[in-house]
């Protein structure tokens, strides 16, 4: 089976549907690493808690992207990592991994893209008024919340919601599309598309 390493930068709750998936046998994975670039987020906590190994950095402490994605390489290879999933990483991958994990890079992003790329998707999809919104899983290139679209999932946005229950919506079919999509890829040796 496939070693995955998970990259997050906050609270951590699609690294956790992964983790549990995994658990529970739905994903035929191994959680081989979290990367995180902000050491006091809570889903440092959540790997702890999981047994998941840990590379957490701070982004000031080394000489700009290059030098902070060497140190991240290094950690991927010793775990013999194949892939990474970005859950809640924020922030643009670089050429060193880029060209480390080519098309072995993916992205869960909060929004039917290519509408709502970058920051708070949700509040921007909730501002544009939109009725239609959901959930896209795409590979990473190096622009922000662009590349191959492997899956896509809507969310209908009723004049009842407010962004906080879109955004539950949102996550609840994150969790679960997540996790299926790491399993068809690993069960397809990576490639898909
Ligand atoms: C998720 O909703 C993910 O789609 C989004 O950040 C959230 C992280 O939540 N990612 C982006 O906006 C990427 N541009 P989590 O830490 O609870 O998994």
Redesign the pocket.
């Known amino acids: 089976s496939m070693t995955i390493a998970v990259f997050?930068?906050?609270?951590?709750?699609?690294?956790?549907a992964i983790v549990d998936a995994v658990a529970n046998g739905e994903l035929d994975a191994k959680i081989g690493l979290l990367v995180c670039d902000k050491p006091e987020a809570y889903?440092v906590e959540r790997a702890e808690k999981a047994g998941v190994p840990v590379f957490s950095f701070n982004p000031k402490a080394y000489n700009g992207k290059a030098d902070f994605e060497q140190a991240i390489l290094n950690e991927l290879k010793s775990r013999n990592v194949e892939l990474i999933a970005?859950?809640?990483?924020?922030r643009l991958i670089g050429e060193v991994l880029l060209q480390a994990y080519p098309r072995r890079i993916i992205?869960?992003?909060?929004s039917l893209l290519p509408a709502f790329?970058?920051?708070?998707?949700?509040g921007q999809a909730f501002d544009a008024g939109v009725k239609l919104t959901g959930?896209t899983i795409h590979y990473v290139d190096e622009g922000?919340?662009t590349g191959p679209i492997i899956d896509q999932e809507a969310v209908r946005i009723h004049p009842s919601d407010t962004r906080e229950s879109v955004?539950k919506k949102?996550?609840a079919i994150?969790h679960t599309r997540y996790p299926a999509t790491l399993q068809q890829l690993s069960a397809k040796g990576v490639e898909i598309l």
């Open positions: 997050a930068s906050g609270s951590g709750s699609n690294f956790q889903v970005l859950a809640g990483y924020m992205n869960i992003h909060p790329p970058g920051l708070d998707a949700i959930v922000m919340d955004q949102v996550q994150e």
